[in-house]
């Protein structure tokens, strides 16, 4: 599997970082651009307009990059923080997701909604669409998720573990069999050895997470910093007093989990009571 690369980043603004992370891997390889299309596939000039900072390429573009230079999501993540309007993408979210596409541990926890890096297509379209995206915004956000999950499955992936609170599980999709794979693909997924899944019952009431979802991001510098989420707004911890605070916050709601294995028969028992499809 391709080897996942932190990002060390030369230019500061996110564009033209996008456009100059993709020359010098393009010239480590001595590839022109016709040699590059012809591997990859796509007009050998989308390529050139890229390095140019004259277009970002779509998704899926990016995505075969990714898979081609072997740099897991490193240049999907670059090129979502060039996509963003600078106006709208604050600047601690931008610094949430350098941290993310460097880490060596995530620890998280949801009490809304299944994290990205484990969601299906569908799971992603049906929660984007309630956000109000549509058509070509909502199939280029689908596929830039999709391409995300790679974060957990490349050399070097991050260890990560997720606290999925039971009411994030017990709020289906509208399609009955999306919903079934989406519970088939969580059970994939944890066969992983760095991925963990842990369900927090109901039975446990309120704690010190109660109504947040929370990424604990741990650097291979050894610092770390915390994304908090609360309804719609988000904020990056990073002073360490207040990461600790936190940190001692997972570490008691853990206490509250069932442990991976319960977890994992509790996502089967799901999957076994779930509905199918209605035959027509």
């Known amino acids: ?38 591997q990859v596939g796509w007009d050998p000039t989308l390529f050139s307009k890229m390095e140019k900072g004259q277009s970002l390429g779509g998704p899926e573009t990016v995505v075969a990059l990714d ?3 072997g740099t897991g999501d490193k240049l999907l ?11 709208q993408f604050k600047e601690r979210y931008r610094e949430y997701m350098l941290r993310e596409a460097g880490a060596v541990s995530m620890w998280h926890f949801a009490a809304s909604n299944l994290p990205g890096v484990l969601q299906t297509p569908e799971y992603a379209a049906e929660l984007l669409q309630q956000g109000g ?16 999950r790679e974060l957990l499955l490349v050399d070097g992936a991050p260890q990560f573990r997720t606290i999925l609170a039971e009411t994030v599980m017990r709020s289906p999709l509208r399609d009955p069999e999306a919903w079934r794979a989406q519970l088939s693909h969580l ?25 947040t979802d929370a990424m604990f991001l741990r650097g291979a510098d050894g610092r770390s910093a915390v994304w908090i989420e609360t309804g719609y707004s988000g904020e990056l911890v990073q002073e360490a007093t207040a990461v600790e605070a936190l940190q001692l916050r997972y570490d008691r709601v853990r206490d509250l989990a069932l442990s991976p ?10 999957l076994e009571e779930a509905p199918c499809e209605p035959s027509t």
Do not use: C
């Open 1 to 38: 599997m391709p080897q996942r690369r932190a990002i060390t980043g030369r230019s500061q603004e996110p564009r033209a970082r996008f456009a100059e992370e993709l020359r010098l891997l393009r010239e480590e390889r001595h590839l022109t651009f016709r040699a590059l299309a012809a």
């Open 261 to 270: 294995d319960r977890s994992r028969e509790f996502i089967k028992r799901m």
């Open 77 to 87: 993540t670059l090129w979502e923080l060039a996509k963003a309007d600078p106006t």
């Open 133 to 148: 995206l549509s058509g070509a915004d909502l199939d280029a956000q689908v596929a830039a998720r999709m391409g995300r």
């Open 67 to 69: 898979t081609f230079y």
């Open 187 to 211: 059970l994939e997924v944890v066969k992983h050895p760095n991925v963990t899944v842990q369900v927090l019952p109901l039975s446990s009431g309120l704690h010190g997470l109660s109504n």
